[in-house]
């Protein structure tokens, strides 16, 4: 079986916040058929139709998924409206990535900051029982096709975990695959990644140990953290990954879009 890889900047993927299992699955299945959708643009292979551009004044985009492809996400009987529910909560995802646009001459391009919503809109349209995800031009540079600096997760594997800590320590992981796993941050940056800022160190402790024993369970993965200390204080976190598996950009990179 191929691989289900998401493709992201590693400006988006590392700013994804930790999110309730549910709301993962259903973020990351988005984010998979968008990579799907806009590869396969790229690529040059027969559009499927089922992303747009649209100029409304501004570029953007817009991906239809069928409702079911959303239901088969949940282990209980749901509602129609329990899922649009849930698919709603991420569009208060806001985050900041550089994008790629045409300066005030509208002639040469420069690079831009954009800080704002992951998802402009998330609509369902009753009558052909789809749901139409709507994205920026920013948001579409960052998904994809991204030629430097990305990360490649796989859906599969992601929705296989069950806390968010375990979701922020895998996409971690995957950004440093390059670097064998490798990961060296100071400890103001592991802080302000995992949003323990004004999390006691020792509830710091269980929260990533909770996050390490969800990857070992779930993935099969060793992982290994040490925290570096200057005197009394530590100031660096070393974090090492031994059984994930190697992901490749190059084709092919999907089973299906479904």
Do not use: W
Not at 88 to 110: A, M
């Amino acid at each position: 079986m191929k691989n289900k890889v998401i493709k992201l900047s590693n400006e988006l993927a590392l700013r994804i916040p930790q999110l309730s299992t549910q709301e993962s699955r259903l973020l990351y299945k988005i984010l998979y058929n968008l990579t799907y959708e806009i590869k396969l643009g790229v690529d040059g292979f027969k559009s499927t139709g089922n992303l747009n551009m649209i100029y409304n004044p501004e570029q953007s985009y817009f991906l239809n998924m069928e409702l079911r492809v959303f239901k088969e996400y949940f282990t209980s009987n749901v509602t129609k409206n329990q899922i649009i529910d849930y698919l709603h909560k991420l569009q208060s995802i806001t985050l900041q990535v550089n994008y790629l646009g045409l300066d005030e001459t509208q002639e040469n391009f420069k690079n831009y900051i954009y800080v704002g919503n992951l998802f402009n809109g998330i609509y369902y349209c009753e009558e052909d029982d789809l749901v139409q995800i709507c994205i920026s031009e920013a948001i579409y540079q960052n998904i994809g096709n991204v030629e430097m600096c990305f990360t490649l997760l796989e859906l599969d594997e992601i929705n296989k975990l069950k806390t968010g800590i375990g979701r922020k320590l895998y996409t971690l992981l995957r950004v440093h695959e390059g670097h064998n796993y490798n990961v060296l941050m100071t400890k103001n940056d592991f802080d302000k990644y995992f949003d323990f800022v004004s999390v006691e160190t020792t509830n710091q402790n269980k929260l990533i140990q909770r996050g390490i024993n969800d990857l070992e369970k779930q993935l099969g993965v060793t992982i290994k953290m040490t925290k570096i200390k200057k005197g009394n204080k530590v100031t660096q976190v070393n974090i090492l990954c031994n059984g994930l598996k190697k992901l490749y950009n190059a084709e092919p990179l999907f089973s299906s879009k479904s």
